[in-house]
Nanobody, 122 residues
Framework: QVQLVESGGGSVQAGGSLRLSCAVF????????MGWFRQAPGKEREGVAR???????KYADSVKGRFAISQDNAKNTLYLQMNGLKPEDTAMYYC????????????????WGQGTQVTVSS
């Protein structure tokens, strides 16, 4: 069974950077649509970015130019490089996977990690 394990979260000041990782166990993630989501308390889960098996990417408007999604097939690991962090980026960040890319909403992904907390202070 596919398992996703996030890491790399932490606390950082506004303008700082973090790199999140998602280790994929069970199957080669290169055959999947991979995504990053985030959810702040009291808010719905928001799609941040996704990458298809062909390498094509999609980003939420709120993170374009600041975040970058990438993957290392040899390590079976997904990454989210976050630069220029803002307080509004504070959330629990989740790695997600699906056989095929559809949209960038939670309903479009079937496999989920447990999340890693990102806190950005001003």
């Amino acid at each position: 069974q596919v398992q996703l394990v996030e890491s790399g979260g932490g606390s950082v000041q506004a303008g700082g950077s973090l790199r999140l990782s998602c280790a994929v166990f069970g199957y080669a993630y290169s055959n999947y649509c991979m995504g990053w989501f985030r959810q702040a308390p009291g808010k719905e889960r928001e799609g941040v970015a996704r990458i298809d098996s062909d390498g094509s990417t999609k980003y939420a408007d709120s993170v374009k130019g600041r975040f970058a999604i990438s993957q290392d097939n040899a390590k079976n690991t997904l990454y989210l490089q976050m630069n220029g962090l803002k307080p509004e980026d504070t959330a629990m960040y989740y790695c997600a996977a699906n056989l095929v890319c559809y949209g960038l909403t939670a309903i479009d992904f079937g496999y989920w990690g447990q999340g890693t907390q990102v806190t950005v202070s001003s």
